[in-house]
Every structure is written in structure tokens, then in C-alpha cells.
């Protein structure tokens, strides 16, 4: 097996569909996700998983029902499991790293359209 | 309870040390970590996980007995579980961000003078 560094600015070259998280590798049974987002998504919460945000460009409020938590590039916040959040943009496109165990589905218990495919074409 | 970004810089900015992983925050039963790098480290497996090490600043190798891995800011690596590897850096210190399992312990099966105490006063 071949051991190679990642870039994560050579992976988000590779696609541009937004709210469609890519797997770009694992940690044991955790996914390791890059994703583009623009403007709102839809509110909803993971009943069993806290969810790992870390932005790498642009403007990201993560809204929560008590509150919201802005971040911008070099910024983490993790959703707590069962917290209801809605992620929106401000000023344009971000790019953010995504980490939470294999199978998470990005809509949660809301569904709907956004609901994206599993994609790890990018690993 | 409050939900706030974390800065990788100002959490950095708190701590000067290197080779001590400091605990910044938690996903499930896993931890993330900031880590200062300067030097070579030393020879050492994690028997039961893979270990992720995201580049931030610096330019780091990570040396395997199979070859090596070479990382700068925006790059990742995941160590896969068992594999002997020895970080070091090139050209002055390196800032990294780990995430493995909580309670992994820095120097894995080598142990020695290197083995960091626990920290999580920066979480």
C-alpha cells in the first residue's frame, strides 16, 4: 500500500456541488467528509452523534435553537448529538471539513431534498 | 450552556510546548487535539487505532518503515492503526491538529521521556 499526504484544497478541486459531502478518507469507523455550502440548508439534528465542523474558507453561522455559533477559516465547532442546528452561509461559498462516524446522513432526521447521496468517490 | 467557535490560533497562542497534546475538544468518545512539533520524535505504533494528523503550519514528514509522508498546511494523513511511524519536521516548528480515540497516549507502544501527560485545559 502506498501512503500519500491529502490535500484538501486538491480534493475541493474535484468537485463543486454543494451540500454533498465527499469522504475523503477514514479514521477506524469515522468519515473524514469535505463539503461546499451556500446559503441555507435545513434544520435538523443527528439523535445519536455529535458532528465535527472545522471551516477552511468563508463564512459559516451554524444556527441552534438557543443561538448561533459563527465560525470562519481555522474555526471548529462540534453539534452535539441531538441538537438541532442549521448551517447558513454569509458572503459566498465555504468550505469546511466535516468529521462523524461512517453512515451519518447530512439531512439527519430532517430528509428532504438536500438529502445527499453517500459519495466517497474522493478517497 | 454556551456554544462557542473554537480558534485553532488563539488555542494555539495559549501554549508553547512541544510534543504535549493539548485537548481542545471532544466528538463522541474521541478527541481533538493541537499539537506543536519540532524536531523528530521517536519510533511507535498505536496498536488499536488510526491516528489523523492535519497539517496547520510547517512542513512536516512522517516517516514509515515502508517510506514516508510528506505533509504541509492543509494536508492530512491518517496513520493507519499498528503502522510504526516517527514524525518529523522540517525547517522549524510545526502546528498540527490530531484526532484519535480518547486516551491514546502520545508515544503509543514506545513509550519514554517523550510520553506527554494528559491535557485537556485548553478544552
Same mark, same amino acid.
Given at each position: 500500500?502506498? $501512503?500519500?499526504?491529502? +490535500? ?12 454533498? !459531502? %465527499? ?5 477506524? +469507523?469515522?468519515?473524514? %467528509?469535505?463539503?461546499?455550502? &451556500?446559503?441555507?440548508?435545513?434544520? $435538523?439534528? $443527528?439523535? &445519536?452523534? &455529535? ?22 477559516? *481555522? ?9 438541532? $442546528? ?14 462523524? !462516524? ?5 439531512? *439527519? +432526521?430532517? *430528509? ?6 453517500? &459519495? +466517497?468517490?474522493?478517497?
Amino acid at each position: 500500500m502506498t $501512503h500519500r499526504a491529502i +490535500d484538501l484544497n486538491e480534493r475541493f478541486d474535484q468537485f463543486s456541488e454543494t451540500w454533498s !459531502p %465527499k469522504v475523503i478518507t477514514t479514521l477506524n +469507523d469515522y468519515e473524514i %467528509k469535505l463539503v461546499r455550502l &451556500d446559503g441555507e440548508f435545513v434544520w $435538523h439534528a $443527528h439523535q &445519536d452523534t &455529535d458532528e465535527l465542523f472545522l471551516v477552511l474558507s468563508g463564512k459559516l453561522t451554524i444556527q441552534l435553537r438557543e443561538g448561533e455559533v459563527r465560525l470562519s477559516a *481555522g474555526q471548529l465547532f462540534v453539534v452535539p448529538r441531538g441538537v438541532e $442546528h442549521c448551517p447558513i452561509t454569509e458572503g459566498g461559498e465555504v468550505r469546511a471539513m466535516l468529521i462523524e !462516524p461512517a453512515g451519518v446522513i447530512n439531512t *439527519g +432526521d430532517a *430528509g428532504g431534498e438536500l438529502t445527499a447521496s453517500y &459519495d +466517497d468517490s474522493l478517497s
